[in-house]
């Protein structure tokens, strides 16, 4: 069973999370990617588990795009294919060569997707970032937080995966369908920062109409309510979501409370049972309280293994557990084909592919061009 992207060619220059995990996502929905990386003398061994994570079911090609005769390997394989997908500062690839504007013109249909940290344009294109800088800038970790403690670290990247990976998905499917009606490629501009300043969403909605700029503990969603954790007596933690009436009245009930209760009562009914207790408690109340569970817990989970996000993922004649594609689709299951392999392992069968002959692919090697 081919995925419902199984027609189209990536060529990824993206390194690190953003653009990884983004491409990932297009190969776990069929779509052929090969990762265009440089050429080293390894893989820092901290970062092999996230290598063959990210990496899952691409073909890597190892190539230094500084030396002479780089571009003209690069300008060939845009010839036969379909979507770029580059991570480097404004202007990076254009002084290789290998920019929007050049590449256009070799292959019309291209869809080129810049996705960086501020964009292309603007006073900071240039500025160095990471994920805590994008949600500072956006507006995002002003009001996420608490009065006494400020803005609350988050344990996973919300800028760089719900900002760029997933936009930078979003953004090349919908260039795709604008070709496959028009004929006509284009080049896909996403930042994080914008992204994550989208995701102000209810609150900028409120801005704009009423004025009313969201602060810490000031909203129903960030301590301005009972929403929020609550410790059990042996130092465990229960989430408690119930915004509404007849979910707040069955937590109460639960938690032998009245419904006149306010948040520092809940904790105080929290902390009189074991997370063990609560959790067979709630386990049949249908109230929007649930425990904090640890990675572990998660993963052995029955709800996320019927959903089967723990998957095998062929490791040479073994298998590798990784998180599953969360994408489910009634035509097709995901086709995992192999974990990420080390750099420029599919350098020699790329090159070939695109009609290079073995005794032109020697000597790129013997130069250094390629690996």
């Not at 990976?165 to 795709?176: D, K, N, Y």
């Amino acid at each position: 069973m081919t995925g419902p992207l199984s027609s189209l060619k990536v060529l990824d220059f993206s390194t690190l999370l953003p653009g990884p995990y983004g491409t990932m996502m297009l190969a776990d929905m069929g779509a052929e990617v090969v990762c265009v990386e440089a050429v080293s003398q390894g893989q820092d061994k901290r970062f092999v588990p996230m290598r063959q994570y990210l990496g899952r079911s691409k073909r890597s090609l190892a190539i230094d795009l500084k030396k002479p005769g780089s571009q003209n390997i690069i300008k060939r394989l845009i010839e036969h294919y379909d979507i770029i997908v580059e991570q480097f500062r404004p202007g990076v690839m254009d002084k290789l060569s290998l920019g929007y504007e050049s590449l256009k013109k070799l292959n019309p249909k291209i869809i080129y997707c810049s996705l960086t940290g501020y964009g292309q344009t603007g006073p900071f294109k240039n500025r160095a970032g990471h994920d805590i800088n994008y949600l500072a800038t956006s507006g995002l970790s002003s009001y996420s937080g608490t009065k006494k403690e400020g803005p609350v670290l988050s344990g996973t990247q919300i800028a760089d995966i719900g900002g760029g990976s997933l936009h930078t998905v979003v953004g090349l499917l919908a260039a795709f369908i604008h070709r496959e009606k028009t004929g006509e490629g284009q080049k896909v501009d996403i930042s994080m920062t914008d992204a994550s300043f989208a995701f102000n969403s209810i609150h900028a909605a409120n801005y704009f109409v009423a004025g009313m700029e969201p602060a810490m503990e000031s909203t129903l969603l960030n301590g301005g309510s009972f929403y929020g954790y609550y410790e059990t007596s042996d130092k465990r933690y229960f989430s408690v979501g119930s915004l509404e009436p007849k979910f707040f009245a069955s937590m109460c009930e639960a938690l032998s409370i009245s419904p006149q209760s306010d948040s520092l009562e809940i904790e105080k009914a929290f902390k009189k049972k074991t997370y063990a207790k609560w959790c067979e408690i709630f386990s049949k109340i249908d109230a929007c309280v649930e425990p904090v569970l640890s990675f572990k817990e998660a993963v052995d989970h029955p709800q996320i293994k019927e959903r089967e996000m723990v998957v095998e993922v062929p490791d040479g004649e073994k298998f590798q557990k990784q998180v599953g594609n969360p994408l489910k689709f009634s035509s097709s299951k995901t086709n995992y084909k192999h974990i990420g392999g080390l750099p420029g392992k599919n350098t020699q069968e790329i090159l070939l592919e695109v009609g290079l002959k073995q005794e032109e692919i020697d000597s790129l090697k013997k130069e250094g061009v390629v690996q």
